[in-house]
């Protein structure tokens, strides 16, 4: 009879999927008379912490990849206004003049639609406080947040993708962010709305790689009991990033530094992204792959990309996934539209840059990392106990009960408009990591990374090219005969609490054949893998030389 406590780390092999999964850091007891089989493993932020140090440590740098990501991302969302004013680009319009004292508030100006009367309009004391100039919207605007961005954001990933599944992430995830945040840095240099455009073109593309790489990483650093918990860490990033763009691109702004107002904002989030690639480089192992062994890995190198790239296609052409990925791409438009409309809502209907940075710079980042955390910990409980599919059935819910609060977002008067976010973050944001938990479950390991970035390229080109049809909807409502701010509204009902109720219901038709496509999934990648011999673990890990 052995009873003897260890405290090393290994790695189990699951006899479902044969994944090589390392344990986790409590100490693992021999059974008795031949050895009883270990106690379930921790789920949730209990289980992520009881991890190894090392792999604590890689997505701490992953989650600092992802918010410095969104950052980047979002800055233009937040200095359109200042930059398109200085740089001339996108759409007039009458805003309230902040360099004149008068009583005017901006609602008595935006409510202006020819240049004669926004420039002739005066208070009560006889003060001209309206003033024509850019808005920062617009179709220059709009192609830059959406086309010249998205575009080669999708279209890139999905060679990166299949190239990750080859060769090493850890060097292509840093070159990647070193390429964007260098891009970002120099945005602040821009005097040319063409300069604009190219450097969105570097972002957009060194982007495009993050979220492959990194869930790609993910997924070998952490068991499948976990993954969902250590997704939804990971996404605290699209919130930190998001609402540290409010915060830098309003407060920064508005402080003036050396007299370049916007470019700072740029300045400081591009800057930090150069010196953690650097730490990533010198610092992150490249882990050994879940369930590929150096014979499918090698056969996969001899086919061209031509060759692999209809292999992904047709699985994708599976009704779950086929659905799954339609279903984020309207729930990603949703969040797409409101992001790049948030400054814009909210100036409309009077908020001050400084108002709007109060809110925005907390809220995200406080309720939309509980809500991707709380996500992925209910899926992974979930899915312990009634199988991957109950993973669907929490985003279905959680998208149901979150369109009530997005609609107040745009009905009630602030500051119940920025209150209504939280629960809004809380709970619609669950999607992000549940999806992609769903997504590498359904795909085979020697493909995953590439999956990933095809997912993304469908859910981008849809979500991120919506904000295209903000303009012509919001003018027919204009047309109408509802005013500005009131059409911007109406076009929000549909793009923003509409796509929250449609992506549940596609979400539900992806249920329906989820069960089948997850048993074939299985089979495949048991057909495809070899169980791991115990006791390799990637914390003593030591990439070879090719890897490295």
């Not at 604590?56 to 992802?66: E, F, N, S």
């Not at 977002?409 to 119940?416: D, N, R």
């Not at 990374?449 to 849809?462: M, R």
Request: glycine share 10%; proline share 4%; aromatic share 12%.
């Amino acid at each position: 009879m052995s009873n003897q406590n260890t405290k090393r780390r290994r790695y189990r092999a699951q006899s479902s999927n044969d994944e090589r999964q390392p344990l986790l850091r409590d100490e693992l007891h021999d059974g008795e008379q031949g050895g009883a089989p270990a106690a379930a493993a921790p789920t949730g932020l209990r289980g992520l912490l009881r991890s190894s140090g090392y792999s604590l440590y890689v997505l701490l740098l992953l989650l600092l990849t992802y918010l410095l990501n969104q950052l980047d991302r979002y800055m233009l969302a937040i200095v359109a206004r200042p930059s398109a004013q200085e740089i001339e680009f996108g759409d007039k319009g009458c805003l309230l003049n902040e360099t004149v004292k008068s009583t005017l508030e901006d609602g008595n100006c935006t409510a202006i639609t020819t240049e004669t009367t926004c420039t002739s309009f005066v208070d009560a004391d006889g003060h001209h406080g309206c003033k024509w100039d850019y808005t920062g919207t617009g179709t220059e605007y709009n192609l830059l947040a959406g086309p010249v961005f998205i575009l080669i954001y999708t279209f890139a990933g999905i060679p990166m993708g299949l190239a990750a599944d080859l060769y090493n992430r850890k060097l292509l995830l840093a070159g990647a962010l070193i390429l964007w945040s260098t891009c970002t840095f120099l945005t602040g240099f821009a005097e040319e709305y063409w300069e604009l455009a190219v450097l969105r073109f570097g972002i957009g593309f060194g982007e495009a790689g993050c979220t492959p790489f990194a869930t790609s990483l993910l997924a070998d650093y952490f068991i499948p009991e976990l993954r969902g918990t250590a997704l939804g860490v990971y996404n605290w990033g699209i919130y930190f990033g998001y609402s540290m763009a409010y915060a830098i691109g309003n407060f920064i702004t508005d402080a003036n530094i050396m007299d370049m107002g916007w470019r700072w904002s740029y300045f400081i989030s591009g800057g930090p992204g150069i010196l953690l690639g650097i730490l990533m480089i010198f610092t992150m192992k490249e882990p050994q792959r879940a369930g590929v062994t150096d014979e499918s890995r090698a056969a996969a190198r001899q086919k061209t990309f031509v060759q692999r790239l209809p292999e992904m296609m047709r699985l994708f052409f599976r009704p779950s996934l086929f659905l799954l990925c339609f279903a984020g791409a309207i729930r990603n438009a949703a969040g797409y539209v409101w992001s790049y409309s948030t400054q814009t809502f909210f100036e409309g209907i009077g908020q001050t840059s400084t108002q709007i940075g109060a809110y925005m710079s907390w809220i995200p980042l406080v309720a939309g990392s509980i809500g991707v955390v709380f996500g992925g910990f209910i899926s992974d409980r979930v899915v312990s106990r009634v199988g991957p599919h109950g993973r669907v059935w929490v985003i279905i819910i959680s998208q149901l009960l979150a369109a009530p609060f997005v609609f107040c977002v745009l009905f009630v008067e602030p500051p119940w408009a920025y209150i209504s976010l939280i629960p809004v973050y809380i709970i619609g944001e669950m999607w992000i990591p549940i999806t992609l938990a769903v997504l590498v479950e359904l795909v085979p390991a020697e493909i995953r990374t590439a999956a990933v970035a095809f997912y993304f390229f469908v859910i981008s080109n849809v979500g991120g090219n919506m904000p295209l049809l903000v303009d012509p909807v919001k003018q027919a409502f204009k047309n109408a005969g509802n005013s500005e701010i009131d059409a911007l509204r109406d076009t929000l009902y549909l793009f923003y609490p509409g796509e929250y109720i449609l992506g549940a219901l596609l979400y539900l038709l992806a249920l329906i054949s989820l069960r089948r496509d997850l048993r074939i999934a299985q089979e495949e990648s048991a057909r495809a893998g070899s169980i791991q011999k115990d006791g390799e673990s990637n914390e003593g890990y030591e990439p070879t030389a090719e890897e490295t």
